[in-house]
């Protein structure tokens, strides 16, 4: 929901932008800036979503054929590779927060902390842990189930 309203947020700005570029003649400035670290903040913040939904992109043509063993195998593969992957992101973002805290990067119109923009993203990337091992746990217990 965050993300979807951030999205939305962005959408404005840019239509008050465009409008009033159009009738005034003056742009709102730095609004491709927020589009930017918005657009960016908004990723992040499908992506437990799409985790603990089971959303994410998945390839039919693997398992058309298989059977129930094999999807819940595969299943397994990716929420152990999700779960991975958001751990490395979350350390790496980490490390990246205290690299633009340090250094002071800020954006070249609106001066806006490149810094503050991580503070949700691994917000979102720890539920993303979360939703990860949630979804691996739940495999397990569907394969008990079965």
Same mark, same amino acid.
């Given at each position: 929901?965050?993300?979807?309203?951030?999205?939305?947020?962005?959408?404005?700005v840019n &239509?008050?932008?465009?409008?009033?570029d159009?009738?005034?003649?003056? %742009?709102?400035p730095?609004?491709?800036? #927020?589009?930017?670290?918005?657009?960016? #903040?908004?990723?992040?913040?499908?992506?437990?979503?799409?985790?603990?939904t089971?959303?994410?992109?998945?390839?039919?043509?693997?398992?058309a054929?298989?059977?129930k063993?094999q999807?819940?195998?595969m299943?397994?593969?990716?929420? +152990?590779?999700?779960?991975a992957?958001?751990?490395? +992101?979350?350390?790496?973002?980490?490390?990246?927060?205290f690299?633009?805290?340090?250094?002071?990067?800020?954006?070249g119109? +609106?001066?806006? %902390?490149?810094?503050?923009?991580f503070?949700?993203c691994?917000?979102?990337? &720890? +539920?993303?842990v979360?939703?990860? #091992?949630v979804?691996v746990?739940?495999?397990?217990?569907?394969?008990?189930?079965?």
């Open positions: 929901m965050v993300g979807g309203a951030l999205l939305l947020a962005v959408v404005a &239509a008050f932008s465009i409008t009033s159009i009738f005034v003649g003056i %742009p709102f730095g609004d491709f800036e #927020i589009t930017e670290v918005g657009v960016g #903040i908004a990723a992040f913040c499908f992506l437990p979503y799409c985790q603990i089971g959303s994410n992109v998945s390839a039919d043509i693997f398992t054929n298989a059977g063993v999807i819940m195998l299943g397994l593969l990716a929420g +152990l590779v999700a779960l992957f958001s751990m490395l +992101l979350l350390w790496r973002m980490w490390d990246g927060l690299d633009y805290i340090e250094y002071e990067e800020v954006t119109i +609106l001066s806006f %902390p490149l810094w503050a923009a503070l949700p691994l917000f979102s990337l &720890a +539920l993303l979360v939703a990860s #091992i979804t746990f739940d495999l397990f217990g569907t394969r008990q189930r079965a």
